[in-house]
């Protein structure tokens, strides 16, 4: 059964900082590519980041680049998001999603129809 499970979210001022974690199982992590994606009340579901199952190849929406960073440790099952310089606009849950197919680059990352599961999301709350 194939499980994320994110954390790690939280009511912050503007300009903190916080680190998402998104735990894995029931797949073999270290061959699926990874992303972040988030919702805010009343939108829809957007891109955040996407790193491909090796490690390499992040991306970032244009809202989020300079301030965040994704990374992956393979040997945990885990994927981490580290936000940096929190905005109110990003007030949003944020899920972590599995890639449908393995060892995907970084084609098609912002779509997500290209992701088969999802966790069940972690709340970040940024005041001004």
């Known amino acids: 059964q194939v499980q994320l499970v994110e954390s790690g979210g939280g009511f912050v001022q503007a300009g903190d900082s916080l680190r998402l974690s998104c735990a894995a199982s029931?797949?073999?992590?270290?061959?699926?590519?990874m992303a972040w994606f988030r919702q805010a009340p009343g939108k829809e579901r957007a891109f955040v980041s996407h790193?491909?199952?090796?490690?390499?190849?992040?991306h970032y929406a244009d809202s989020v680049k300079g301030r965040v960073t994704i990374s992956r440790d393979n040997a945990k099952n885990t994927l981490y998001l580290q936000m940096n310089s929190l905005k109110p606009e990003d007030t949003a849950v944020y899920y972590c999603a599995k890639r449908r197919q393995v060892y995907v680059h970084g084609i098609k990352y912002e779509y997500p129809t290209e992701y088969d599961y999802w966790g069940q999301g972690t709340q970040v709350t940024v005041s001004s």
């Open positions: 029931g797949i073999a992590f270290s061959m699926y590519s």
């Open positions: 790193i491909s199952w090796n490690g390499g190849s992040p």
